[in-house]
């Protein structure tokens, strides 16, 4: 089964034209030419939820109930994730993350070499960036471990991701190579891990004033997190859709309201 690695989205074709990550998508020739826009962006997804062992303020997954596609919230679901939402509206979206799931969860008992070997299999040839999960996470250490080898062997690409599976970070940190970028998603269940270790993150703010008030840049194309240097914390305004009536849900009209 073939891994479905997708072209940027809306967002992330915004680092396109940052010019902090220019560098990043051009490729030098043998000779000596730089040569732009060769190189793409790409990102790597999971069912939002279904594959996030540590949610917990922004859990939510798409569950087929009736025959149709269902958000379901977790308990403790604060905000919701965003990734849900495309989920639910666009079947094309919920059917590649399902089948990089499926064919992942297949290979689990291969060990992480043999996991990396499957990612490597479908990497596009072309690609300068990855992100690894617009939605999703690593479910399993051997899986989060095989992108650590990906990345070795593929010293070219910059993988970067968000993750709230902080103790396999802690646990491998000495061995993360300098091309795997990774910003602690606060909102999880291993969220005393980041203080702790003074990790570098990303918190959903309901407004620009909130994370002016939290000494936070607003991340707007994820350039903050493809570039991050270890130290480089900020913020993501809350997007998607809501549960009616929610705090965070009357942010986003507040959001939408003011644009």
């Not at 990550?21 to 279904?50: C, E, I, W």
């Not at 690609?127 to 479910?139: M, N, P, Q, Y």
Request: charged content about 25%.
């Amino acid at each position: 089964m073939t891994l479905k690695f997708n072209p940027a989205n809306s967002k992330l074709a915004k680092l396109y034209k940052n010019r902090r990550t220019k560098r990043l998508l051009a490729m030098v020739t043998p000779s000596g030419k730089v040569l732009q826009n060769v190189l793409k962006v790409y990102s790597f997804d999971l069912p939002a939820g279904h594959s996030c062992p540590s949610a917990h303020l922004c859990k939510s997954r798409v569950d087929i109930i009736d025959g149709k596609r269902k958000i379901v919230d977790g308990p403790n679901t604060v905000f919701r994730c965003y990734a849900a939402s495309s989920e639910v509206r666009f079947p094309a979206i919920y059917n590649n993350r399902k089948l990089n799931f499926d064919a992942l969860r297949a290979v689990v008992s291969l060990g992480k070499e043999g996991i990396a070997r499957v990612i490597n299999h479908d990497l596009p040839s072309d690609a300068g960036i990855v992100r690894i999960h617009t939605s999703g996470d690593f479910f399993t250490r051997d899986y989060f471990r095989a992108w650590l080898i990906v990345a070795r062997q593929n010293p070219h690409v910059t993988f970067y991701a968000y993750t709230k599976q902080l103790k396999f970070w802690i646990d491998d940190m000495d061995t993360i190579p300098e091309n795997f970028r990774l910003t602690a998603s606060r909102g999880g269940t291993q969220d005393d891990l980041i203080d702790l270790h003074n990790l570098p993150e990303a918190r959903v703010v309901y407004s620009k004033q909130e994370a002016d008030d939290l000494s936070l840049e607003i991340d707007d194309d994820d350039s903050h997190a493809c570039l991050q240097d270890g130290s480089t914390s900020f913020g993501l305004l809350i997007h998607g859709t809501q549960p009616k009536g929610s705090e965070a849900g009357k942010a986003l009209q507040l959001l939408k309201a003011s644009r």
